[in-house]
């Protein structure tokens, strides 16, 4: 080569240099460890997870401490981006229930960052079981939840929901027993209750195994004018006493009357009398209600409990079958049910205003049949307890 050729070739790497455009070189490797003791600062762990993370590139390399509690991380191509100096370094280590997260910046390779665990509550609470109860009920009653569930730290709220509240907090009322109410659904349909335990770290537990279903039954009453016997066939929360059933049935209805089988005596109420006449009307009983005109009028709401408990006096007593017991279908099978102390039933016909009676021993003849929404005297020579068990009278 010509040394003219050669002053050329060394004034072009020179200008080169000059003008800062050198060949790029190969990009090199950043190394992070470190030891990860336990929380006394003391003891290395071995076993633990150790993630490094470079926020700025978002590359993150993972492993596992060894050998006394070390860790190594390599970053730089082809696996990852490099780390350059200045780059926030994020480094966790977890093992077990401990934990322990740190940031600092890229200083230069290799970097030492050690880092002491921590304890932290990473366990939910523990749901034992749910209870909700009743499992049938009306429009808008409330529902009742009983949560039993633990916790290794500790509870702190337990909170359920599927009522018309958005959600209701439980009270802790035993250990490890939270309870309280909630409102059913207005509207018929089978509703999830749902339960969510918080502990005191803000883990969360959840179940919704449990439901509870609304009903509302619907049974017609027809009312003609002059006297009709009358027992409440469903548990309709709007007829709580004799005036509000005569509001229910409407102008046509004069007067409401109530055996009194205690003294064996009637008490009537009518519109206009003072609050202290009016009387609560109930499931079992029977009343007698007079008309002026016909009415037809729907009773909705929960059928009564079933078994349903009646206490009979010695003489005469007015009932109404609360459930329909299909053991009990006519008179002669109420007088079974309710046994020999049972003399005899009577059955007011309100279309000729006046007394059907049957005794044990009768001809088949003069038995008729037990309604629901009706009711009936009952004659007795001592006083019993009979128990009806059925469904809820319903159209």
């Given at each position: 080569m010509r040394k003219g050729d050669m002053r050329v070739i060394l004034g072009i790497v020179m200008l080169a240099v000059l003008l800062g455009l050198t060949i790029p070189s190969q990009a090199q490797s950043y190394t992070v460890w470190g030891q990860?003791?336990?929380?006394?600062?003391?003891?290395?762990?071995d076993g633990a997870n150790v993630t490094v993370t470079d926020i700025n590139t978002g590359e993150s390399l993972s492993t596992t401490t060894a050998g006394g509690g070390y860790y190594q991380v390599v970053f730089g191509p082809p696996a990852t981006k490099p780390v350059n100096i200045g780059d926030t370094l994020q480094i966790t280590a977890s093992y077990n229930n401990k934990m322990n997260t740190t940031t600092v910046s890229a200083t230069g390779s290799p970097q030492r960052v050690d880092l002491i665990l921590r304890f932290v509550d990473m366990i939910p609470p523990v749901i034992n079981y749910v209870i909700v109860s009743p499992s049938e009920v009306s429009p808008g009653e409330p529902v009742h939840v009983i949560v039993n569930a633990t916790?290794?730290?500790?509870?702190?709220?337990?909170?359920a929901s599927g009522g018309e509240e958005p959600f209701v907090y439980l009270a802790n009322t035993a250990p490890n027993i939270w309870e309280g109410n909630i409102t059913a659904k207005s509207t018929p349909g089978i509703y999830t209750v749902n339960v969510s335990v918080n502990d005191t770290s803000g883990n969360w537990a959840y179940n919704s195994s449990q439901f509870y279903e609304v009903k509302r039954y619907n049974f017609t009453v027809n009312f003609v004018p002059g006297y009709n016997t009358f027992s409440p066939p469903l548990n309709d929360t709007s007829v709580v006493n004799a005036s509000v059933l005569m509001s229910k049935i409407g102008e046509g209805c004069e007067e409401v009357l109530k055996w009194d089988a205690e003294t064996q005596s009637w008490k009537s109420y009518s519109p206009g009398m003072p609050p202290f006449f009016d009387f609560n009307?109930?499931?079992?009983?029977?009343?007698?209600v007079r008309m002026?005109?016909?009415?037809?009028?729907?009773?909705?709401?929960?059928g009564w409990d079933s078994p349903f408990t009646i206490s009979l006096a010695q003489g005469?007593?007015?009932?109404?079958?609360?459930?329909?017991?299909?053991?009990?279908?006519?008179?002669?099978?109420?007088?079974?049910?309710?046994?020999?102390?049972?003399?005899?039933?009577l059955r007011w016909d309100a279309e000729t205003q006046s007394w059907k009676s049957y005794s044990a021993g009768m001809p088949p003849f003069f038995d008729f049949n037990i309604k629901g929404g009706e009711g009936y005297f009952v004659r007795m020579s001592e006083s019993a307890i009979v128990i009806f068990e059925g469904t809820p009278w319903s159209d």
């Open positions: 990860v003791f336990d929380e006394d600062g003391i003891t290395p762990v916790d290794n730290v500790a509870i702190d709220v337990v909170i009307i109930k499931g079992g009983e029977g009343y007698l002026t005109s016909s009415a037809e009028v729907v009773f909705s709401g929960k005469y007593n007015l009932i109404g079958l609360p459930v329909n017991d299909t053991s009990v279908v006519k008179a002669s099978s109420l007088i079974s049910k309710i046994g020999e102390n049972c003399t005899e039933v």
